[in-house]
């Protein structure tokens, strides 16, 4: 797949909430993945690794109230898309906006970065 098709592809399962899917079919068993600074464990690597750093978001979230993904923008080998959600988190009592920036890399027909930017939320508080 060019990075185009793979761009378009992962863009198509998120719109749909197969964010699973999107990493088991895209990305390298190898991926590096790049949160921004200050949050915890803020590189992470491996397929599996990452497929349940998505699992650990979804259990996070009570309600996604909204989801745009915005369309790719390509070059060379790389893109990048915007996400933008409105969610309910588990422990905080009202609705917030997780706006990012994913930028990612391809190489040989799999992603093997993605970097998220982002200003990190508050975190909920424990009981």
Same mark, same amino acid.
């Given at each position: 797949?060019?990075?185009?098709?793979?761009?378009?592809?992962?863009?198509?399962?998120?719109?749909?909430?197969?964010?699973?899917?999107?990493?088991?079919?895209?990305?390298?068993?190898?991926?590096?993945?790049?949160?921004?600074?200050?949050?915890?464990?803020?590189?992470?690597?491996?397929?599996?690794?990452?497929?349940?750093?998505?699992?650990? $978001?979804?259990?996070?979230?009570?309600? +996604? &109230?909204? %989801?745009?993904?915005?369309? @790719?923008?390509?070059? =060379?080998? $790389?893109?990048?898309?915007?996400?933008? +959600? &409105?969610? %309910?988190?588990?422990?905080? @009592?009202?609705?917030? =906006?997780?706006?990012?920036?994913?930028?990612?890399?391809?190489?040989?027909?799999?992603?093997?970065?993605?970097?998220?930017?982002?200003?990190?939320?508050?975190?909920?508080?424990?009981?």
């Amino acid at each position: 797949m060019t990075t185009q098709e793979i761009a378009n592809r992962l863009v198509e399962l998120c719109r749909e909430g197969k964010n699973e899917q999107a990493t088991r079919e895209l990305c390298s068993p190898n991926i590096i993945s790049i949160e921004p600074e200050g949050v915890p464990n803020r590189i992470q690597s491996g397929l599996e690794v990452i497929v349940q750093k998505g699992k650990d $978001f979804e259990a996070r979230l009570e309600r +996604m &109230n909204s %989801n745009v993904i915005t369309d @790719p923008l390509v070059a =060379d080998n $790389f893109f990048s898309c915007a996400m933008l +959600m &409105n969610v %309910n988190l588990k422990g905080v @009592p009202h609705p917030v =906006d997780l706006n990012e920036i994913c930028v990612y890399t391809v190489a040989e027909g799999k992603i093997v970065r993605e970097e998220f930017f982002y200003s990190p939320q508050p975190q909920p508080q424990e009981a």
